[in-house]
């Protein structure tokens, strides 16, 4: 089936794109026909260029080793080989805009595609050349006003020493006289010269101010694009996949059938498993399972899957679910009630499907709690004061506990968990573990985090995980995860 692609936007003033240049403002929609099979191809493999700079970031990873490993995901995901290889460039033009559409929908959408893609296009900027970096101007209208010889001799003086241009190195320098307000980032770091309303600027430090105009031009294509989304997502071909894209989990799936012993989970070891190894959001479902001996419809649906993610077994599930619900029902009523569901999660009723246990996107990004209900992520949904509570708890240090909440509360949930998974397992960035790697990232699947914690502890404690020993037999280090209970809020669980 052939598909073809849709003009979103075209900005007045910037020329299309040149396909010699390795990087694109992204003006102009390609207008081709592709395969339904290439569109999704495309698009998940940018997403998955996106989720990895998303997770860099969130390792607090920067400088060359972000560079390098920026560059090991765009040549795995995105290569930009040559600037003869016009299929490279072609997949970069066409993923974007197919994302550009499936995150235009909402403002948290729109934020999380603005942020990323202008750290991509940063990092592809910086790598040009001087020469490159000049004809990319050229090509797409950014006509800032180029310093004449005989200007540059006349400022000559303020000139040398600016970003390290040294003396040797000032005839070659090119220098751009740009308004004062594009520079504002600049000022700072003395890296131009002002005069008269306008900052002189070396090329090599036009890379902030051109990202700033690539982010005004995709703020407002994204905004645009906006209005016709209801329309393009109608499309029976390829609505749901852009509906969905942000919900895609991209990484591993943790329904896979377990093996190890670090995969199995009964349920008397749950209580101390949520207590050591469950990050925020499932700990917080956990102490309000305890306290209210049930779960609203979508806190059952995530914190299930996620138990059914860390090796709880079906049956295992059904005796854990019901030594809580039976506190506030009858063992009948509980059949009669809720078993189906349990056993609809592991595929065994119903469309027969096997449910995958939510990853952080999703959880993010989904239904809200409504009161009385305790789903979602702590770091996206939760009040700050309660957020706040929630950490404190845990016994983590107050300016530590204010620093998660500025952070969670700037638009960075994954940021601010991943930051409680570093302080809860102290030095693990340095641990070896079993296979010779690091731990994976945390804060993108609460699975993840669930079992880098548990490898953590058996690393820690020299258990192998073809060990038989349990989550119980491990003793977490001091100062390591809390040992307090989620604190359960006020209100009173009702569904
Ligand atoms: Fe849970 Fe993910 Fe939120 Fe962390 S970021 S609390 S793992 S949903």
Redesign the pocket.
Known sequence: MELSTRRVDNVPGVQKRSTSIKISMYAAAPEEEISLDEFELFALDRLQLLRGIESLKTRGIDGAELNTKLNQLENKYMPMRTREQIGDNRKDQISHFILRLAYCWNEDLRRWFLTHESHLFKFRLDRLSDQDRADFMIANGLSFEQLSSEAKTDLKDKLIGLAGVEESKFPSAIYYKVPFALALSLIGSRSVYLERGFAYVPLSKLVSIITSKFKIHLTRSLAEAAHMFEPVSSDPRIGALLKNMSKQYVGKDFTASKTSALDKLYPEQVDEAAERHM???MKYLHSNLKRDGKLKHWGRLQYGLFLKGAGLELENAILFWQSFFTKVMSADAFSKQYAYSFRHMYGKEGSRKNYTPFS?YK??MGTPPEPGAFHG????HMPDNQLAAQLEALKMPSSEVQELVRTAKSGN??IA?QRHFDWAHPGHQTMVVEGGGRLAEA?NH?NQ?YQSSVLYYRTKNGISSTSSASVKSETPPAGGVGSAEAVAPSVEATG
Do not use: Y
């Open positions: 990050p925020l959001c952080c959880i993010i992520c702590p770091f996206r949930p994954q968990c804060a609460p985090w």
